[in-house]
C-alpha cells in the first residue's frame, strides 16, 4: 500500500508469510535505489567528515537490506548494523550483501525497537525507513535511537512525503480519482493500525520536534523525488501490479463495489486496461527525510 510500505516492526501483521512478501519489500526498495543514492549522498555531508571516517552505520528496520548494503558502499570503512524484527527480512539482508560484495561489513541483528535494542554498541550514523510509525511511543523510540549515537552522529528518520501515484487522475474505467481515494481508507486502516500497537501514545507527527525533544541539534528535513515515468520497465510494472494487489486484498472490504471493480480490471493480467498492459502506467512518489546531530559534548 504505497504511502504505508513497512516492515520490521509489525505487531499488527504477526500472520505475515515474509517469505512471500520478502521479494516485493526487496522489490519495492530496488526502485526506490535512485532516491536512496540521493539521500545516501546528502546524509555523507551531514556526517560532516570524510565517509572513511564513519565506523558504524546502523539501519533499523532494515527489511531485505537493500539501503544497508547502499551504506556500506557509500560508507567504505563503516561496519553496517542490519536490525529488524523478521528473521527472513534478515535472512535476504545478508544475502544481498554478499551479492553485492559488503557480506563483510555488513552484520544482522534480530530485534524489535519496542523491545529494547540490544547491545549493538553506538553508531555515527542512525537510519530508520518507515519502521518507527510502527511503534506505539514513536518520541520514545526517537529518543532510544538518539541516544545510541556516537558524538556529532547523525540520526535519520524516512517518515512522511507524499503517497505514490502510479495512473492519471482518470484513466478511462471506473470513476475518476481512484488513488485518492484508496490513499483516505489507507489513512483510516492506518489510524486503526497505531490504535492497536502496544503502548500507542497519541502524537502529533512532527518529527523535527521530536527529534529535538530526543535532545539533537542542528535539525532538518529533506524531501527527496522517484519519478519513473511511463512507459515503465517490466520490473517497475511487475512491481505496481504486485502493489495493487496487495492494496486490493487489504483494502477491498473498505472499497465500494464501483471501486473494487476498478481495482479488479487494473490487475487482471488478460485486461488491455489493467497495468501489465495499458501504456499510461507511471510510479511517482516523494520521501521526507528528517535529520538531527548529536552534540559534540
Known sequence: MSGHHHHGHHHDTTDLDWDDLGP????????????????????????GRDATAVGRVWDVGSGPGVAGCLFATAFPAAEVVAVDGEPALLERARDRAARTGVGDRLRTVHADITDGLPDIGDADLIWSSKA????????????????????????AVAEGGLPARRLPRDFGIGRPGLEARLDAVAEDWFRRMRAGLPGSRETVEDWPALLTAAGLEQVRS???????????????????????????????DELDAEDRATLDRLIDPDDAAGVLRRPDVFLLSAQTVHTGVRPAA
Open 222 to 252: 529533506r524531501t527527496f523525488l522517484l519519478d519513473v515515468p511511463a512507459p515503465l520497465d517490466d520490473s517497475v510494472r511487475r512491481f505496481v501490479h504486485a502493489d495493487l494487489t496487495r492494496t486490493r486484498e487489504v483494502l477491498a
Open 24 to 47: 516485493h519489500l526487496e522489490a519495492q526498495a530496488e526502485i526506490s535505489i535512485p532516491l536512496l543514492e540521493q539521500v545516501t549522498d546528502w546524509l555523507r555531508g551531514l556526517t
Open 132 to 155: 518507527l510509525h510502527h511503534v506505539g511511543d514513536q518520541g520514545a523510540a526517537v529518543a532510544t535511537l538518539a541516544g545510541r549515537l556516537r558524538p556529532s552522529g547523525v540520526l
